[in-house]
């Protein structure tokens, strides 16, 4: 193959919604009517929707049932419905809004959607995971009269997917009212040629709506910091529908995850007479990266590993109902881990999760498909790939081009179209579509066939970048089977754990299924738990330790894309019904940590780390494995009731300390030294019976807009001395008393088959987890606890 020494001179930027008119987005999330009923006179505009539901969007109605093997999605897909819905809105507005565009904006709707203005049909859209758009100028009434939005969503053709995807409008919706004449934002593209400290280009292409012979226009462009001081600006006046310009900017902050600096680009389109015709604004970051097949990894002309995770797109409790509140919650989650990177797996996200990517510091491989033209489920996107992957290719891109948080295009995960010769074509094809609307960022796609004359995928010489998932015994050699070109580990681990469960460590990393041939693991535990000591994965995987040291020790790999960073629903390998969630993540599905999240901190965050685990509630004289994660040190020490068990030390090949202890009840305590001395420390204690629950709500970090945010409550089981007791779980109800909704409730355990919108839930080792929405963001909200002996009153301020 040739070389490829993967450059990349970029600015990337995020689309933020205007404030200025005389374009207007208009929140279109509240009252929605909705039936799971299918009768096609919904569609029209003189309906009544009588006894149907009222919702808010986005909304997803498959995660409100409780989970069933009856499901055609199967375990696999969450073991929920899908099914077929209609949604129904109706809304006015003002004769003076007359002459004006007005564009109804989906994020997204999983699966097919139908769409309807006053009766009018404005047709389908296919992918579940795309934004869409629909003008709704030509049909619209304007004064006293009515316009009604009906939209069909069918999910029923299941199993569609390897995961839960959700059903519904799962996905923000706005109307925007622009000017007559506007720009095109999917016309819309940022780049920089030049970037440094010292000097920088900003270039800037868009195109409008129409041409309007003979009227010239003025475009302003103006960058300016978040303290609203002027960079640069400039003004230019042209005659045709589509522009480029550029300006010129000095002493700017490089965009860095660690310190990932914003801009804001306001372009304003004027008339002849100086009239605003439109506004956008956008943010911007400037960076440089650089892909290298021995090197690995640069950005900004510095050493860079990428320190990443896969993440679906469900988000726990919501099920894949997107709120930036506890989108930003996992990212932070993330980001204290010591991430810095994230692959979307195995599909597009919200753009708003993108916007957090921009703003927390994130690098994000942004990825299309998980299957071409041949399936993985009977009906997947397979049955629409081969008329519809271009047209949705060409969307992803000209969507998502414009984010600082994107840096890598993935066209495909684990393709089969890899093992043919059918590969090589639509790889050139769908590269070459990348490319043309964006050069500025490497196209690569997750392979797992490791021979290049068996991989048509890698033959095509048109990927910047190869990702290979798992393959562990053959990194080594992947830089003399597929030379030239920079390497990824694009998909690793694949772990297996359930929060708070300790089985006895074997000798050797356990795999469930141990093989190919067996669909399930055959000597699990009967509760469908995995230990969560970092000892069992699936057969294609291995240990988090080992994974992250395969990659750590090889500076040719770019960096690691960890399966996964939270469990999601479905896919629950290695057990069938009733496991139905994942137990890959490092963090469990409620949000809550498992004990491997802190070796990644240990290893790739800037703080000090000192983690003990197990708990410490066994049976007298059990033999009990305690491991210990620690970073900033030369040793560990364990105590147990004052009696010291001696030092122990990480390993090169080892990045935890580990005793075997008898039981004894009372005090197990580590202590870390550096240098000598005793710098940090915690303790175990044996916990009794439970008495009292304590409850922590986290809002504030995880706030975004005061009106989508969610208060997540975590809630810890208690004995009189307020330990945490992990071995005697009681059922809780969360009961709204006030100002408030719970919208959502969990516990971590794979195989709980109560719905997660239910409000009673029981904890699982002790904690679970419940999430409220006020009604009003400024009143006081309360919420009663409760248990048949515990009744706590919540008060959320």
């Known amino acids: 193959m040739f070389s490829k020494l993967v450059s990349f001179l970029v600015l990337f930027v995020a689309v933020m919604p205007s404030m200025a ?74 004769k003076k809004d007359k002459g004006s565009h007005h564009i109804l904006y989906f994020g997204g709707v999983y699966r097919y959607a139908e769409v309807w203005i006053n009766g009018k049909y404005l047709g389908e859209n296919i992918n579940g995971y795309l934004s869409f758009e629909h003008d709704l100028t030509p049909h619209l009434r304007y004064g006293s009269e009515q316009n009604v939005i009906a939209v069909r969503v069918d999910n029923s053709l299941q199993p569609n997917s390897r995961w839960y995807t959700g059903s519904g409008i799962y996905r923000d919706v706005r109307l925007e009212k622009r000017s007559s004449v506007h720009l095109l934002r999917e016309e819309t593209f940022i780049t920089t040629p030049e970037v440094s400290t010292g000097k920088s280009l900003l270039r800037v292409q868009s195109a409008f709506n129409q041409k309007t012979a003979g009227q010239a226009r003025k475009v302003a462009l103006k960058l300016q910091d978040k303290n609203k001081n002027i960079v640069a600006k400039k003004t230019i006046t042209l005659s045709d529908n589509q522009f480029e310009d550029q300006l010129e900017v000095s002493g700017i902050a490089l965009w860095t995850p660690d310190n990932p600096t914003l801009y804001d680009l306001h372009i304003t389109v004027l008339d002849h007479t100086n009239k605003v015709l439109d506004v956008l604004q956008y943010q911007v970051g400037f960076r440089f990266f650089h892909f290298d097949e021995q090197k690995g990894f640069s950005l900004n002309g510095e050493s860079f590993k990428l320190w990443g995770v896969c993440l679906h797109h469900d988000l726990g409790a919501l099920g894949a109902a997107f709120n930036k509140s506890a989108a930003k919650r996992q990212l932070m989650m993330m980001k204290d881990m010591g991430v810095n990177a994230i692959r979307t797996a195995h599909n597009p996200p919200a753009e708003e999760f993108l916007d957090l990517c921009d703003e927390l510091g994130f690098l994000v491989q942004n990825e299309a498909y998980d299957m071409w033209a041949k399936r993985k489920n009977k009906f997947d996107y397979h049955i629409d790939f081969k008329e519809h992957h271009i047209d949705d290719l060409i969307s992803l891109v000209k969507r998502d081009r414009n984010h600082p948080s994107v840096f890598m295009w993935s066209i495909g995960n684990e393709i089969r179209e890899q093992f043919d010769s059918t590969g090589i074509a639509f790889t050139k094809r769908m590269t070459e579509v990348v490319k043309k609307l964006d050069p500025t960022r490497p196209v690569t796609a997750a392979l797992t066939e490791t021979n290049y004359d068996k991989n048509f995928i890698a033959q095509a010489q048109a990927l910047d970048v190869l990702g290979f998932n798992y393959k562990y015994f053959d990194y080594d050699r992947l830089p003399t089977e597929f030379k030239g070109v920079p390497l990824i580990a694009s998909e690793t681990t694949s772990a297996l754990q359930t929060r708070g469960v300790y089985d006895s460590v074997q000798d050797t990393i356990q795999l469930w299924p141990a093989s190919s041939q067996d669909k399930f693991v055959t000597n699990g535990n009967p509760d469908f738990t995995v230990s969560a000591y970092d000892n069992v994965a699936a057969y294609w995987g291995t240990s988090h330790e080992r994974a992250w040291l395969e990659v ?55 703080t000090e780390v000192l983690h003990l685990l197990p708990h410490w509630n066994w049976k007298e004289g059990e033999q009990v494995d305690v491991w210990c994660y620690y970073n900033n040190a030369d040793e560990v020490e364990l105590f147990l009731n004052g009696h010291s068990l001696g030092r122990r030390s990480k390993t090169e090949d080892k990045l935890h300390a580990e005793w075997k202890v008898p039981f004894e009840a009372g005090e197990l305590k580590v202590t870390k030294i550096k240098d000598g001395a005793v710098v940090q420390e915690i303790v175990k204690k044996t916990a009794g019976k439970p008495v009292d629950i304590v409850v922590n709500v986290e809002h504030d970090r995880y706030a975004v807009d005061g009106k989508t945010d969610l208060h997540f409550l975590t809630v810890s089981l208690v004995d009189e001395n307020g330990i945490v007791v992990p071995d005697n779980d009681v059922e809780l109800s969360f009961i709204p008393q006030d100002n408030v909704t719970i919208a959502g409730t969990d516990n971590g355990y794979q195989a709980d088959l109560s719905s997660l919108s239910n409000t009673k839930r029981s904890t699982y080792k002790g904690l679970a987890v419940g999430i409220a929405r006020k009604h009003n963001p400024e009143k006081e909200a309360k919420i009663m606890i409760k248990s048949n002996t515990i009744e706590k009153e919540i008060r959320i301020k």
């Open 552 to 606: 750590k020790k090889r500076k040719f790999l770019g960096g690691i894309f960890v399966w996964t960073g939270f469990d999601y629903l479905g896919e629950p390998v290695p057990y069938p019904y009733p496991a139905r969630s994942s137990y890959y993540g490092i963090v469990d599905l409620a949000g809550l940590p498992k004990d491997v999240y802190y070796m990644y901190q240990s290893e790739w965050a800037d």
């Open 21 to 94: 008119q005389p374009r207007e987005a208009i929140d279109f999330n509240g009252d929605w009517f909705f039936t799971l009923e299918d009768d096609l006179q919904f569609r029209r505009a003189d309906f009544s929707p009588t006894n149907w539901k009222k919702v808010s969007l986005p909304h997803d109605w498959s995660i409100g049932f409780d989970f069933g093997e009856e499901y055609p999605a199967g375990n696999a897909g969450g073991a929920l419905p899908g099914g077929v819905g209609w949604y129904r809105k109706t809304f006015q507005l003002p």
